[in-house]
């Protein structure tokens, strides 16, 4: 059964720093995997969807990058600012069934 | 264009009680799908549809109905609610089920007493 793993479930960073969030999954045989935002009391927004071929996608200062036979993505966000401040979430689309299999999100602080 | 909206944002039950959780979209998405978020937990994957007039189960189905009889709505019903089902539910919809990003619902936020 696909399991997907975010690690650290919370981290907190200066205004400026690059960084770094990962997602993990225990099954290859994905269709896709996308990277959201959540923001307190509000809806998912997508911020990236890769492809089962592709290697990343980039979005302004978020790079998404996918390594299917490690089990691994991360989210890399160049120089940080406050707004990007909330939880991002992971997914992975399942290629049996297209269902998205979530993982748990990480929690970003960034301080001014 | 609102996207995805859903009614009502907070609701509280009392254990036994039934209620609709609204969903809408204007997108003409094809698919959509409701899910619950538990804290310390990924989204499961209630029920989903994959256009009008067809529904399906998914991981956490039990204690939950659905319909599709439009395209645009796709509500959820909760038969006879419990404490089990407090939590946060998502309505999300997308062009189709395979590779189309999906598109999310603000949320709404159900307390079973």
């Known amino acids: 059964k696909q399991e997907v793993t975010q690690i650290p479930a919370a981290l907190s960073v200066p205004e400026g720093e690059n960084l770094v969030l990962n997602c993990s999954f225990t099954d290859s045989a994905i269709y896709n995997l996308q990277w959201f935002r959540q923001d307190p009391g509000k809806g998912l927004t997508s911020l990236l969807l890769i492809q089962s071929s592709q290697r990343e996608q980039t979005s302004g200062r978020l790079n998404a990058s996918l390594d299917k036979s490690s089990g691994r993505s991360t989210l890399y966000i160049a120089a940080s600012q406050p707004g990007d401040s909330a939880t991002y979430l992971c997914a992975v689309k399942e290629d049996s069934n297209y269902q998205l299999i979530w993982g748990a999100g990480t929690k970003l602080i960034i301080k001014p | 264009n609102a996207g995805v909206t859903q009614t009502p944002k907070f609701q509280v039950l009392k254990t036994g009680q039934s209620m609709t959780l609204q969903c809408a979209q204007d997108m003409n998405h094809e698919y959509m799908s409701w899910y619950r978020q538990d804290p310390g937990m990924g989204l499961r994957l209630i029920h989903y549809?994959?256009?009008?007039?067809?529904?399906d189960q998914g991981e956490v189905p039990n204690g939950y109905n659905v319909s599709r009889s439009t395209t645009e709505d796709f509500p959820l019903r909760l038969l006879s609610a419990a404490p089990s089902q407090t939590s946060v539910y998502f309505c999300a919809s997308s062009y189709g089920q395979t590779a189309y990003e999906q598109y999310f619902g603000p949320g709404t936020r159900l307390t079973v007493t």
């Open positions: 549809s994959v256009g009008a007039g067809i529904t």
